[in-house]
Every structure is written in structure tokens, then in C-alpha cells.
């Protein structure tokens, strides 16, 4: 592990510097994307805030679907004559739904909220121009994400206003270190899980949707509430 501030010219700085870019490699190969710029923040959300802010601030227009995460949603700048950036979450956080761009109109760009799906599935990121992605969600370390943006977007952003400090290389290294290692064999918990309610004849509803990714099973119990049932679950050692 090399604990030298990147930014410095000194040898551990140098060393720590090369660990970042290394890693950023490493990112973009798992994204199949070979150009563009990649801006570390401490979280997805953090990462999906930058990329509005990157387009108010350079006059682009920017929405995102009602499904989208809260970091997304309700950040809308339609105001403004010209390029258009529509922000679409590849795999729905609750429901485990999946989204993909169908019919790209002229002059738009687009973006992946990647979070859910990166590693867990195979998304088509080829028309994509901004990519989210989130450390912790693939067993990584917490207080990491990343905004991917191609270079061609980077093109309509001259107004660049981003300082996220000194980088940890520590954090960005277990990032990539992450994705090295994820094991994308596809697991049975969930079909596990909800055979033994059926054997032990606990009624549930279930999300049954065919187009949703497995790994998100959002289950409901009749007449039970959710931070209830956490809570009970918690102090069983669940």
C-alpha cells in the first residue's frame, strides 16, 4: 500500500499517483471504455450530483427517469436551448428492474446510474457517455464512487468546476482490487431464501417481474412492518 499524497512529486507522491492510474485502468477495462476522464467522489450519489452540476454549469439540459435514485430524481434543467443529457439507472434500487436506452435522439447524451448492475450483469454501456459507479456495492470499500465521462462529453463541459481534494489511494486501490476479485457465478441465496418461507408456509408477496435483476428481491409480509421485521431480524443476530 503506498500512503503518499499523489498530487506530491516526491517519490512515495509519484508511487501513489501511479497506484491511481493503474486503478483507473482497471475501471475503465470493467467498463470496456478505453478514453474519457474519471472523477473520484465518495460516493455514487456524490458522483450522480457532479454530473448535474457539470451540466447546469455548461448549459446543458439534464433529466432523469421517476425511477431513478433520490440522488438523481427531481435534479431537472430543462432550460436551456440545445444538447440534452437524459440520466437513466441501468437496475432500479428496490425493485431490481432493469432500463436500457431503446431509441437515442438526435443531439442527446446519456448516462448510467451503473450501481446495481456493474459486475452483476451484462448491460449494454456502449451507448453511454457518463457512467456511475459505486465501491461498496461490489464488496469493495464504502466512501468510494466514480463518475466516468467520455471524452466526447467532455468536449460540451469547458467549465469544469471539480476539486475533490487529495485522493485516497487507499480507497481507489480496493475499488479496483474489487473488481478484480468479484466473482460474477451467479448466486442461488435469493431462490434459496424464498423456498424455505414457502416450507415453513410464511405468505409473502413477491416481485415476480421477468425483466429485474435477482440479486434485488424486494419481498413484502402481510400486516408486518418493514423496521419492525429489521428490527426483530437485528436482534436475532440476522
Given amino acids: ?15 501513489a499517483n501511479k497506484l491511481i492510474q493503474d486503478s483507473e485502468k482497471i475501471v475503465k477495462d470493467a467498463i470496456e471504455k478505453r478514453n474519457g476522464r474519471i472523477f473520484w467522489t465518495q460516493s455514487a450519489s456524490a458522483a450522480n450530483k457532479l454530473l448535474y452540476k457539470l451540466c447546469k454549469n455548461n448549459e446543458m439540459n439534464y433529466s432523469s427517469t421517476e425511477t431513478s435514485h433520490k440522488s438523481a430524481y427531481n435534479l431537472i434543467n430543462t432550460n436551456v436551448k440545445g444538447l440534452s443529457l437524459f440520466s437513466i439507472e441501468t437496475i432500479n434500487h428496490e425493485t431490481g428492474r432493469y432500463n436500457v436506452v431503446s431509441n437515442q435522439p438526435e443531439k442527446a447524451f446519456y448516462h448510467a446510474d451503473n ?23 461490489i464488496y469493495g470499500p464504502k466512501g468510494i464512487g466514480c463518475l466516468w465521462v ?3 462529453l ?14 485516497s489511494p487507499v480507497l481507489i486501490r480496493g475499488f479496483a482490487k474489487a473488481i ?23 405468505f409473502f408477496g413477491h416481485n415476480t417481474e421477468s425483466q429485474s435483476l435477482s440479486y434485488i428481491s424486494p419481498i413484502t409480509f402481510p400486516e408486518v ?3 419492525n421485521l429489521l428490527m426483530e431480524l437485528n436482534a436475532r443476530g440476522v
Avoid: C, R
Wanted: proline share 6%; aromatic share 12%.
Fill in 150 to 152: 467520455s471524452d466526447t
Fill in 180 to 202: 478484480e476479485v468479484y466473482d460474477k457465478t451467479p448466486k442461488p441465496y435469493v431462490n434459496e431464501f424464498l423456498s424455505s418461507l414457502q416450507l415453513n408456509y410464511i
Fill in 225 to 227: 412492518k418493514a423496521v
Fill in 115 to 137: 450501481v446495481q448492475g456493474f459486475l452483476k450483469m451484462n448491460m449494454p454501456l456502449h451507448m453511454y457517455d457518463a457512467i456511475t459507479l459505486s465501491g461498496h456495492k
Fill in 154 to 167: 467532455l468536449d460540451h463541459f469547458p467549465n469544469i468546476d471539480f476539486y475533490n481534494g487529495t485522493l
Fill in 1 to 15: 500500500t503506498h500512503w503518499g499524497n499523489p498530487n506530491s512529486v516526491h517519490d512515495l507522491g509519484l508511487k
